[in-house]
């Protein structure tokens, strides 16, 4: 059936031309307003180059436009990786060499593909081995039998989910000013990277390729099977340049395995790009904090420095003995003594007349005395500016009286002695005069201002002076006639008979066990006084100079309790580095230091530390320490985990490790043989007969630790 229309549709000339006539005047009306509109940018407009030209004569070289600067010549490479893992930081020349840009192109493979891929290569480097046993090479044999047990190590771990498999290239384009210039830059690069076994492959005639592959537009045009490799998971975290999981190799103390590519790392402290020489090791109890202390400390020894720590807890005497140290145990009724009085020479740096700067050596009698009057300020509960006065003038008139001046000769005795030295020999050296204690400070005082004053029984009839009456009372109570004056006033002495400088001098490791006063009303105290003795006789010494120095501070956090402590350890880790010396605080807890700010500063000196696990804290105090130690969420949640919750946990030791501006995640580990000496875990000593035992007379025993 069919219909017909009553009409027909007719466009008209007229009609149709009048149309057209509006929309070219439409068009051209567009047309002028696009002249006034302000063009957008597009991203490809602010990243796209003003040309590029790959000459059709020349394989191997391409040259980009750079408008009137000229042209830079460029070269596409592709990195092709060895039979090794990649490693943190083998890429660094690469990514450090100038105007380069690297390109790694990464796609997840399945669990499944992975399997396959890895059983074909370890049958075909089993295959390898076998063929190059038979042909004799040995070497190309060990390379084959390395790389089947890594293809093996790689296949048990991802088939049993520890691990993940990838397909990945990585493409290079390096840009130089001339030709020459981009041939060396070239030869420098693989010169580095084939030492470890990787090596950088020309891409000759698929230059346009490689440097469209390398643009930020994220187009691979590199997709031939020869172009990719495979990756786990500690090469593709190494192949970031973003992140740095290993500590550069300067030599030090081997510390701990690097939980990302399994390699010792080690930490060393005097590290020549290092701006501070102080040091940090922080962990909650349990955490390997003393255990880790005592391992970094004993190497230490062996490494040739000498070591001055303040052990709290009494741990470090077994390890401390066994490297040919002295103990030196701070206890009420015994020997020992430590004179805050003491003072020594130090070498300081002095400018001549002519613009010249010499080092020099004085007795800083200018700087004892502000020492002497803080520390009378701790005795006394505070100083008001009259009884301050009253020590300050009997300080000076004990100097004046002892004849010390500035000149290092009047601290000595005029003729020579004969000294024993530790090994055995004879040395001749001037004698010191006896050393201003405690004593001669308050007979100066009552000389000053007592009538009648009895130096015998410290008896005087009145007071010339009614300022000097508390303090009187207070100070007499710390002279050696009393339980806690025998600690503190008398010659420095370190209960075996011998002299303090003998001992400073010969002694790899001197170790204060301030256990036994611990609770005491002088723990404090005591603790201000070793620590002074350790920077006036130990790091300022002259005679040590040539020696790497450390004075380790255990338990630091309680120098806050020390009204000045933190002040005093903030000045020692700014000044120790010019006496080649360097603090180590040691502590359990960060947050005595980040609510003083002297003891920010101390933390934030420090350019060498070791942060294990802090325990649970709340997220202002991670706030906290990310902003002022810069760490990562990753870092965070290693360092701030949860105590171990079976005892299949094995991360006791665990922690972040860092030197300088490079980190790394570390477990730290030692030989069983150190390990005796070092362990504080209860179960493992008694697992291994080590705990102390007590004799039939009443005295401890070592255990089953022969030292």
Not at 154 to 171: K, R, T
Not at 185 to 198: A, E, K, V
Not at 574 to 587: F, L, P, Q, V
Request: with cysteine; aromatic share 10%.
């Amino acid at each position: 059936m069919k219909f017909k229309l009553p009409f027909k549709f007719k466009w008209s000339t007229k009609k149709k031309n009048e149309q057209q006539d509006t929309q070219e005047q439409d068009k051209k009306i567009d047309n002028a307003d696009e002249r006034f509109d302000v063009k957008k940018s597009s991203f490809f407009d602010l990243i796209r180059l003003n040309g590029h030209e790959i000459p059709a004569n020349i394989r191997d070289i391409g040259y980009q436009s750079e408008g009137s600067v000229g042209e830079y010549p460029f070269r596409s490479f592709l990195l092709e990786f060895g039979p090794t893992n990649l490693t943190t930081g083998s890429l660094d020349t690469l990514y450090r060499a100038g105007a380069v840009n690297v390109t790694f192109y990464i796609t997840k493979l399945t669990k499944s593909q992975a399997v396959r891929i890895y059983k074909s290569a370890a049958t075909d480097e089993g295959a390898r081995l076998v063929n190059m046993l038979k042909s004799g090479n040995d070497l190309e044999a060990a390379d084959a039998e390395k790389s089947m047990q890594q293809a093996r190590r790689l296949l048990e771990e991802i088939s049993d989910g520890y691990n993940d498999g990838f397909l990945g290239s990585c493409v290079a384009t390096v840009y130089a000013p001339d030709e020459k210039t981009l041939d060396n830059i070239g030869m420098i690069i693989q010169d580095d990277l084939i030492g470890m076994d990787h090596n950088l492959r020309v891409l000759y005639d698929r230059q346009r390729d490689g440097w469209l592959s390398t643009l930020p537009t994220g187009n691979n045009r590199l997709n031939e099977r020869g172009d990719r490799r495979f990756f786990d998971r500690s090469a593709l975290v190494a192949a970031s340049p973003f992140y740095s999981s290993k500590i550069p190799f300067t030599g030090g103390v081997p510390l701990g395995v690097n939980k990302h590519v399994y390699t010792m790392e080690f930490l060393n402290v005097f590290a020549p790009y290092l701006d501070s020489y102080t040091s940090l090791i922080v962990g909650a109890s349990g955490s390997g904090k003393s255990f880790s202390s005592k391992h970094i400390t004993a190497t230490q020894v062996l490494l040739g420095y000498r070591i001055f720590s303040i052990d709290p807890d009494g741990e470090n005497g077994p390890i401390c003995r066994l490297m040919g140290g002295r103990e030196v145990e701070i206890r009420e009724g015994s020997t020992v003594c430590i004179n805050v009085c003491a003072i020594t020479e130090e070498e300081v740096e002095i400018t001549l007349a002519n613009g010249r700067r010499v080092n020099k050596v004085i007795v800083p009698i200018g700087s004892k005395i502000g020492q002497l009057l803080k520390f009378y300020d701790k005795l006394a509960g505070g100083l008001s500016s009259e009884e301050k006065s009253i020590v300050k003038k009997a300080i000076v008139d004990v100097f004046s009286d002892f004849g010390i001046t500035e000149n290092p000769e009047t601290l000595y005795e005029d003729e020579k002695m004969a000294f024993k030295l530790e090994s055995g020999g004879i040395d001749y050296r001037k004698k010191r005069k006896q050393e201003i204690t405690l004593k001669d400070i308050y007979k100066r005082i009552m000389r000053n201002c007592t009538i009648n004053p009895n130096y015998e029984l410290l008896t005087y009839e009145a007071l010339s002076d009614e300022f000097a009456n508390r303090l009187l009372k207070v100070l007499r109570g710390f002279l050696n006639d009393y339980p806690d004056g025998k600690l503190l006033d008398g010659q420095n002495n370190f209960g075996d008979g011998k002299p303090v400088d003998n001992m400073l001098d010969e002694v790899c490791w001197i170790n204060f066990n301030i256990k036994p006063i611990e609770g005491s009303d002088i723990y404090d105290l005591m603790n201000y006084v070793i620590t002074t003795l350790g920077w006036e006789y130990f790091i300022k010494r002259p005679s040590l100079r040539k020696h790497r120095k450390r004075l380790k501070l255990e338990e630091a956090w309680r120098q806050k309790r020390i009204p000045g402590g933190m002040e005093f350890v903030e000045d020692m880790g700014r000044r120790s580095r010019k006496y080649n010396a360097g603090i180590d605080i040691i502590t359990q807890d960060l947050m005595p230091f980040l609510d003083d700010p002297n003891g920010i500063a101390v933390v934030k000196n420090a350019t060498s530390a070791l942060f294990l696990r802090l325990g649970q804290i709340s997220s202002e105090e991670k706030h906290t320490l990310k902003s002022i130690f810069n760490f990562s969420e990753g870092e965070l949640d290693i360092i701030c985990r949860r105590p171990p919750e079976s005892s299949k946990d094995d991360s006791k030791g665990e922690g972040i490790l860092r030197v300088g501006g490079s980190s790394a995640y570390i477990k730290v580990t030692v030989s069983d043989e150190m390990r005796k000496f070092i362990d504080t875990d209860p179960d493992y000593l008694q697992k291994h007969g080590l705990l102390p035992d007590m004799d039939i007379d009443g005295n401890l025993d070592s255990g089953g630790v022969e030292i």
